[in-house]
Antibody
């Protein structure tokens, strides 16, 4: 059974860097064709894709946030880390990680999400 | 950037058929995936490759995609279908995953 769980701070201050960890089980990011993505959702708003990393280390980023985002995976293939720099109150929302196979390029299993609030 | 346009809301009577659209130029040339999100929950993929259902998704949910419009169809709508629905594509040119703005389905 594939599961993902997000962890990280609930509260960050403006200008700080957010670091979120996605811990996966039931699959490995060392397996061909596997990816893990990050998606966020401001309160009451739509889903927004942020970044994705594949088993081979290929990284993809949202063009609108590319300069602020970094996605990495650990060598064991069990954790994916997302960093978002220069946080602003508009970055407040729920952050999800999700399993994303190469085909289809969709998100077939999601974590429960973690709520991040940006406030002084 | 590539934009997927969904109606903000759709209402349907119980037992009737709901249709939620997702529009973009030449959308029929790509694969559309659909998600259901109930309040306080993570999204759930309900259709992929336009019309395929993951295991456990009722066959009351179906999809189509042609021209500039993809459609999620829910037959025999139930109160439990009340949720936000999102379409999503992988935009090849921009190498980005794109979500629509979401549609709130109300079962009256």
């Amino acid at each position: 059974q594939i599961t993902l769980k997000e962890s990280g701070p609930m509260l960050v201050k403006p200008t700080q860097t957010l670091t979120l960890t996605c811990t996966i089980s039931g699959f490995s990011l060392t397996t061909n064709g596997v990816g893990v993505g990050w998606i966020r959702q401001p309160p009451g708003k739509a889903l927004e894709w942020l970044a994705l990393i594949y088993w081979d280390g290929d990284e993809r980023y949202s063009s609108s946030l590319k300069t602020r985002l970094t996605i990495t995976k650990d060598s064991s293939g069990n954790q994916v880390v997302l960093t978002l720099t220069d946080m602003d109150p508009v970055d407040t929302g729920t952050y999800y990680c999700a399993h994303s196979p190469l085909n289809p390029r969709a998100f077939d299993v999601w974590g429960q999400g973690t709520v991040v609030t940006v406030s002084p | 950037s590539y934009v997927l346009t969904q109606p903000p809301s759709v209402a349907v009577a119980p037992g009737q058929t709901a249709r939620i659209t997702c529009r973009a130029d030449n959308l029929g040339d790509t694969n559309v995936h659909w998600y259901q999100q109930k309040p306080g929950q993570a999204p759930l993929m309900i259709l992929y490759y336009d019309s395929d259902r993951p295991s456990g998704i009722p066959d009351r949910f179906s999809g189509s995609n042609s021209g500039n419009t993809a459609t999620l169809t829910i037959i025999r709508a139930e109160a439990g279908d009340e949720a936000d629905y999102y379409c999503q594509v992988y935009h090849n040119r921009g190498e980005e995953w794109v979500f629509g703005g979401g549609t709130k389905l109300t079962v009256l």
